[in-house]
């Protein structure tokens, strides 16, 4: 496994790369409305299939040293009572309830809370994967005490991650980045790009929709921490226009 060289980061070694989010394409339930999760494995729509081939033309030419894809967190997650019904029919049970849509849980449902478990442990065994595979403890030593500055957004594919040796992909879940994303920002104190409004930041990603991070990991007693997190940009959809 070819291990890339790290940079030192507040007197530490530290390792910083790219994470692209992509939520799957339109599913048969996604196109007639209904709510899909633990029970309902969805076949691609047309336009569904049509968004995906757009995405991967899209992506052609970025590079990516780790790809995860979340069949299994497909099936982990769960609307209790309400899976396989409209989802007009659940923001009715959630506006009957008080509460508001998408952060309410029917009956036997996963919990938002739940749901940022699971993101919390899959981003904790992504840093060990991405440490292990590409830590080096060679390269010259750098006592900045500043973060990189995040590298610039020109609207194109590769965004922030042109040259960029380590770069992970996920492919996961709408309801899923939407925990992700609130998690990176409120809780891991993510920087968003300027003038970003947080009400989209926080609203579902559009099918095959790209979301683009950089983050920055230390290594400390052979554990591998985040030490930094950058958002590129969110809910990108300029594939949709091929």
């Not at 939407?178 to 990176?184: D, E, M």
């Amino acid at each position: 496994m070819r291990c890339y060289s790290a940079v030192t980061f507040q007197n530490m070694r530290a390792l910083t790369f790219g994470l692209t989010f992509v939520r799957h394409g339109e599913t048969q339930c996604n196109k007639e409305g209904l709510l899909q999760g633990q029970a309902i494995n969805s076949p691609l729509s047309e336009t569904g299939l049509e968004q995906a081939e757009a995405a991967g033309r899209y992506l052609k030419g970025v590079k990516f040293s780790n790809v995860f894809v979340s069949d299994m967190l497909r099936a982990q997650q769960n609307f209790g009572v309400a899976e396989g019904g409209r989802v007009q029919d659940l923001k009715e049970m959630a506006k009957a309830a008080g509460q508001s849509f998408p952060g309410f849980t029917p009956p036997e449902g996963e919990t938002q809370e739940q749901v940022k478990e699971r993101v919390k442990e899959f981003m904790k065994k992504m840093y060990q994967q991405i440490g292990d595979e590409h830590w080096c403890q060679s390269g010259k030593d750098d006592t900045s005490s500043s973060a990189p500055e995040p590298p610039p957004v020109e609207g194109k594919a590769d965004d922030g991650v042109r040259g960029t040796p380590v770069h992970a992909l996920v492919v996961t879940h709408g309801a899923y980045m939407c925990v992700a994303l609130r998690y990176f920002v409120e809780e891991l104190h993510c920087s968003l790009p300027q003038g970003s409004d947080k009400a989209h930041v926080f609203s579902l990603s559009p099918n095959t929709g790209l979301c683009r991070f950089i983050l920055t990991l230390r290594k400390e007693d052979n554990m591998f921490r985040l030490s930094g997190i950058h958002c590129l940009f969110v809910h990108r959809g300029d594939h949709f226009k091929w």
